[in-house]
């Protein structure tokens, strides 16, 4: 899809009552592939949130990470869509790269204010696949709704 055709899309969809934003797509193949976004209904206005930290840059290039943050009513809820390697297995290098987004999620997570956070999308694999968070799971609270 060209830049045109995908602001197309995005004002198509706001007379819809929706906003939607997209990243990049990867740039590992010659064709379409990662790509991650969200879209919602108005009220609620996803923003994409400002780099705090380098590996948070350099894992949205990859175009399978972004971080969202969401206002409802007054609270913070940040957003992590995350599209992992297909094929991720436990020890597989998949796994790692997906690992290793995840990592680079929690950290520039914790450069935010505190608040309601939330990771969708894909992993490709199962929870038990991935050490962060796995040690997300066990250390920090976090809950796999999944």
């Given amino acids: 899809m060209s830049k045109a055709q995908i602001v197309l899309a995005n004002v198509e969809v706001k007379l819809r009552g929706k906003s939607i934003d997209a990243g990049p797509l990867g740039p590992e193949h010659a064709r379409a592939s990662g790509g991650v976004g969200i879209q919602a209904k108005h009220p609620f206005i996803p923003v994409h949130i ?43 290098i998949d796994a790692e790269r997906t690992d290793d987004l995840m990592a680079i999620a929690r950290e520039e997570l914790n450069m935010h204010p505190e608040g309601p956070e939330a990771i969708c999308g894909d992993l490709n694999g199962d929870p038990e696949c991935f050490e962060t968070l796995q040690f997300m799971l066990r250390n920090e609270g976090w809950t796999d709704a999944g």
């Fill in 50 to 92: 400002q780099s705090r930290t380098k590996a948070y840059k350099d894992g949205e290039e990859t175009g399978r990470l972004r971080i969202y943050s969401v206002d409802i009513a007054g609270v913070t809820l940040h957003l992590v869509v995350l599209y992992g390697w297909t094929g991720a297995s436990k020890g597989s």
